[in-house]
């Protein structure tokens, strides 16, 4: 089985899993989503990702279904009935089924939606080189900070990268300013301070960039939420994505200008972050 679907209540497997066609989140994207990691049967973080959920949820102007606790208890069930231990649940939440019309319908109920996966394993490969980026323009929208299913722009620029051979796009502004990946948020270490984006609307408030700042304050590594300029790059000594999936990817190249091998300050903050995912899962 390719992994369990929840609908509104029901669980079944992923290709059992049904959603009306005049469902707004197919028809507008009109809905939120979150990716949350499992491990050793634990969800990591589950709550602040729930929290990120409902702030979107605000943003929108969407009720939740059910109450974020209860969310909580029907992901737990779900995790539970499929046996995973290591896994990637998503879970989105639609504003309903309604006759297609841009304005808000009055009668639909919001539609809550999950999926639980076996997660991958981790690509040790790739974070032995570092991921390879290619600058894309930011064509988004400009409240990138709601987590929402609306990712086009993103899937273009995410496709252009991997047409170029590259495993992500670094997305920046008319301006040059750097803002964060398709699905990772980025920084770069100068002068051995580590830099990141401002959590404004430009970017997601990734749940994984949260943990790093925790951890750099915890280390006693100097780090600043400055906006970055495509012409900081060259002074970066280092630089990496964060990301649930990822969590923490040495980045080893930026278009055909910028190349380092992975360097000490990522690779303490990714034993660091092993280290508390570890102890919040329990596995300490």
Not at 73 to 99: D, H, M
Request: hydrophobic share 40%.
């Amino acid at each position: 089985m390719s992994g369990l679907a929840y609908v509104n209540g029901t669980i079944t497997s992923i290709e059992e899993a049904r959603v009306p066609v005049e469902d707004r989140g197919l028809q507008f994207g009109d809905s939120v989503y979150e990716v949350v990691h499992c491990e050793r049967g634990r969800y990591f973080r589950l709550g602040p990702h729930l929290e990120r959920l409902a702030r979107s949820l605000q943003a929108i102007e969407l009720a939740p279904p059910l109450p974020l606790g209860e969310i909580a208890a029907e992901a737990q069930r779900l995790l539970s009935v499929s046996g995973l231990s290591e896994g990637v649940l998503y879970i989105q939440i639609t504003r309903g089924t309604a006759p297609r019309q841009h304005a808000f319908p009055r009668e639909a109920r919001p539609t809550l939606i999950m999926t639980l996966r076996e997660a991958p394993p981790a690509d040790a490969a790739l974070a032995a080189r570092g991921a390879r980026l290619i600058t894309q323009p930011d064509l988004r929208w400009a409240r990138c900070d709601i987590k929402t299913t609306a990712l086009l722009a993103n899937v273009l620029a995410r496709e252009q990268a991997a047409r170029a051979g590259a495993d992500e796009a670094l997305l920046y502004r008319p301006e040059g300013t750097i803002t964060e990946c398709t699905a990772a948020n980025f920084f770069a270490v100068i002068d051995g301070v580590v830099r990141t984006h401002p959590a404004d609307n430009r970017i997601l408030q990734g749940v994984t960039r949260a943990a790093v700042l925790e951890l750099c304050r915890s280390l006693e590594i100097e780090c600043r939420e400055v906006a970055l300029h495509l012409s900081d790059l060259a002074a970066a000594a280092e630089a990496f994505i964060t990301g649930t999936g990822i969590e923490i990817l040495p980045v080893g190249q930026i278009d055909q200008e910028w190349r380092r091998a992975p360097g000490p300050v990522t690779a303490r903050l990714r034993q660091a972050y092993r280290e508390l995912v570890q102890r919040e899962t329990g596995q300490r």
